[in-house]
């Protein structure tokens, strides 16, 4: 069993940064895709960025330029710099684990990220 846990969270001004953390237990971390996605009130949960166990990574269009996403095998824990944040960006963000080998899905419990204008 994978547990995952979110840190990093809290509010900030619009144009501040913030970083979050995920820790993931377990022996899969190294070869498991990692995500981050969020969900604001009344909106589906999307994604925000993405990095896979070799180290690729995906963004959503919304936050190129401004989020990174990176990964620390040798401390299982993956990684968001959120940069120039904007109210828009005021959500509970989710840190997702896809085991390679399974498919199987983990999440974490979520982290509020409130920006204020």
């Known amino acids: 069993q994978v547990q995952l846990v979110e840190s990093g969270g809290g509010l900030v001004q619009a144009g501040g940064s913030l970083r979050l953390s995920c820790s993931a237990s377990?022996?899969?971390?190294?070869?498991?895709?990692m995500g981050w996605y969020r969900q604001a009130t009344v909106k589906q949960r999307e994604l925000v960025a993405d990095?896979?166990?070799?180290?690729?990574?995906n963004y959503a269009d919304s936050v190129k330029g401004r989020f990174t996403i990176s990964r620390d095998n040798a401390k299982n824990t993956v990684y968001l710099q959120m940069n120039s944040l904007k109210p828009e960006d005021t959500a509970i963000y989710y840190c997702?684990?896809?085991?390679?080998?399974?498919?199987?899905?983990?999440w974490g419990q979520g982290t509020q990220v409130t920006v204020s204008s």
């Open positions: 997702n684990l896809k085991h390679r080998n399974t498919g199987l899905n983990y």
């Open positions: 990095i896979t166990s070799g180290g690729r990574t």
């Open positions: 377990g022996s899969i971390f190294s070869i498991s895709d």
